[in-house]
Nanobody, 125 residues
Framework: QVQLVESGGGLVQPGGSLRLSCAASGRIYSINIMAWYRQAPGKERELVARVDSGGSTVYADSVKGRFTISRDLAKNTVDLQVNSLKPEDTAVFYC???????????????????WGQGTLVTVSS
């Protein structure tokens, strides 16, 4: 089995920063794209940023220049540095892996669209 576990959310004042972390657990062989999504109250879940196994990144226009995604292939982790936070950034942030290949015994399995449980970021004075 594969799980994604996020950490690092919390309450922060406007203009503040946080670092969100996500770690994949299990006997991971490879992960294709890792990403952060967010879902604000009453809104649909949206892509914030993603990074592929080659290090190429994509950001939502609303976070460009403020958020930075980074990945450690060896540790199977992905972080999101969030700076210059605004009240409209308040949301539950979710980690996602689009395709995970993992070992169970001597067999290799593939899981698609794996999600973490989410971590809440609240931006408020």
């Amino acid at each position: 089995q594969v799980q994604l576990v996020e950490s690092g959310g919390g309450l922060v004042q406007p203009g503040g920063s946080l670092r969100l972390s996500c770690a994949a657990s299990g006997r991971i062989y490879s992960i294709n794209i890792m990403a952060w999504y967010r879902q604000a109250p009453g809104k649909e879940r949206e892509l914030v940023a993603r990074v592929d196994s080659g290090g190429s990144t994509v950001y939502a226009d609303s976070v460009k220049g403020r958020f930075t995604i980074s990945r450690d292939l060896a540790k199977n982790t992905v972080d999101l540095q969030v700076n210059s936070l605004k009240p409209e950034d308040t949301a539950v942030f979710y980690c996602n892996a689009d395709r995970v290949r993992w070992w169970s015994g001597s067999s290799l399995y593939t899981s698609f669209d794996v999600w973490g449980q989410g971590t809440l970021v609240t931006v408020s004075s």
